[in-house]
């Protein structure tokens, strides 16, 4: 009898511990999704009242979007700022352009023992071009403006020089 109302007892209970850790994946697209949901003029007053996601898509006209989670040590950051800045969790958002270039938004969450801050900030956004170099954007109100700048055109794409042929 005494196993019996020990196993009754303990089959509620670990079903408790169970439902308290919640699966690191589900966790994981839930961040992911908070990020994504983030008003743009949350994270600089100078955009409008959009979803993060909706800027990216329109701004990156549509190309398609990779979010991941990664801790924002692993990220290149601001060497100016990121002295004054407690590291931990970061959702990077790439979007692949469809002029071989990319733009990258890394969004920081968290510190790195674990809290949470109370307003998500920019950690970093970069513009890769066509050659792979990468441009470090001030702000994210800056980043329309370097997406939409004209593509540099290489030696070998500029005409001939009169005389030449």
């Known amino acids: 009898m005494v196993g019996m109302s020990s196993s009754l007892i303990f089959v509620p209970l670990s079903c408790l511990l169970w439902a308290q ?29 959009v979803t993060l ?5 329109y701004e990156g006209e549509g190309a398609p979007i990779k979010w991941r989670t990664s801790h924002c040590d692993q990220v290149k950051g601001n060497p100016v700022t990121d002295g004054k ?6 959702i990077e958002a790439e979007v692949d352009l469809k002029d071989k270039r990319s733009a990258t938004v890394v969004v920081s969450l968290g510190t790195s023992d674990g809290r949470a801050v109370s307003v998500p900030t920019v950690f970093n956004v ?3 071009d066509q050659n792979g170099r990468i441009h470090d954007v001030r702000r ?13 055109k290489s030696p070998r794409d500029l005409p001939l020089p009169v005389g030449a042929a």
């Open 85 to 90: 800045r407690d590291r931990g969790t970061c």
């Open 21 to 49: 850790h919640p699966d690191p994946r589900q966790a994981e697209e839930a961040t992911i999704e908070r990020v994504k949901s983030l008003q743009v003029s949350s994270l600089d007053h100078d955009l409008p009242n």
């Open 126 to 128: 970069t513009v890769t």
């Open 53 to 57: 996601e909706f800027f990216l898509k």
């Open 140 to 152: 994210l109100s800056e980043l329309p403006m370097e997406l939409h700048r004209p593509l540099q």
